[in-house]
């Protein structure tokens, strides 16, 4: 997401956008360096969902990602997926559900670690369909997507975009999305909320700067940001990808942060989810 903001956005305003991965700490590093940045639009952020979890997830956090750093514009929504190794013998969520209940704790659950989105998404699911799944965690959906075609482990909610190339090549067997609708690139995959009802859980991205950075800047970046999103060769490359255009005003996003933010607290606090 970030190679492919930047570079349209190098093109729009003519400057370079370097993407500086800093990996670590559930993108904690990251977001620490930017909140110490200067102000001066220079330096951005690719912020997520993440973000807001690990506001729950972590007790000693340097910064307070809602106060220091500002948004800017958001960039798309997109959900998960709750795929099975095809060895499992159901093919419906409904029918997992019953599976699971005579197997309590039997079955494993693929986790990209503590409070990912594998992770989340999984825990309000087991919450709201009141089933036993003995969650395995692991650096993420790419060390545990070949346990899960292996067999070794059973059920996963993974993001799409990182699972959507087994499912077409039928590795996979996808028995639900974890958006609230159906999503156009698994168009025959119903909603887990079909099955159990008011489940949704989905994602995010968008782009944040150091507070107080100044509104003439955020303005400029917000606007070639939507410019984006109005476009349909980068739309449709979001589409592939399982993500759904999401564009917004700089103060409609933080709106969102905040409401977000408020509502997976809430599911951390009572799971009990914390850094392992």
């Excluded at 992770?119 to 036993?132: C, I, P, S």
């Excluded at 968008?206 to 507070?211: C, E, K, L, N, T």
């Excluded at 476009?231 to 759904?244: I, N, Q, V, Y």
């Amino acid at each position: 997401m970030a190679r492919l903001i930047g570079q349209w956005l190098s093109q729009r305003l003519g400057q370079q956008f370097v993407i500086d991965d800093r990996a670590g700490a559930s993108s904690n590093i990251a977001t620490g360096f930017v909140a110490r940045a200067n102000p001066d639009g220079y330096t951005l952020l690719l912020i997520s969902a993440g973000n807001a979890w690990n506001t729950a997830i972590y007790d000693n956090l340097k910064f307070d990602f809602i106060r220091d750093i500002a948004p800017v514009a958001s960039l798309e929504r997109g959900g998960g997926v709750m795929v099975v190794n095809p060895s499992v013998p159901v093919k419906t969520v409904s029918e997992f559900i019953s599976y699971a209940k005579v197997n309590p704790g039997k079955i494993h659950m693929a986790s990209a670690g503590p409070g990912s989105a594998p992770h989340l998404y999984g825990e309000l699911f087991k919450v709201m369909a009141g089933v036993d799944l003995a969650t395995v965690h692991f650096r993420g959906s790419g060390p545990a997507l070949p346990e899960l075609l292996s067999g070794r482990i059973q059920v996963m909610f993974d993001p799409v975009a990182s699972s959507i190339g087994y499912i077409r090549a039928g590795q996979l067997r996808p028995l639900g999305v974890t958006t609230a609708t159906r999503i156009n690139v698994l168009p025959d995959v119903p909603s887990i909320g079909d099955f159990v009802p008011g489940y949704e859980a989905s994602g995010w991205d968008g782009i944040g700067v150091p507070a107080n950075t100044p509104p003439q800047i955020i303005e400029i970046l917000n606007r070639e940001v939507n410019a984006a999103l109005a476009d349909s060769s980068f739309r449709a490359r979001l589409t592939d990808l399982g993500w759904e255009p999401f564009a917004s005003s700089p103060a409609e996003f933080g709106k969102f942060i905040i409401e977000y933010t408020d509502k997976w607290e809430k599911l951390i606090r009572a799971a009990g989810i914390k850094l392992e």
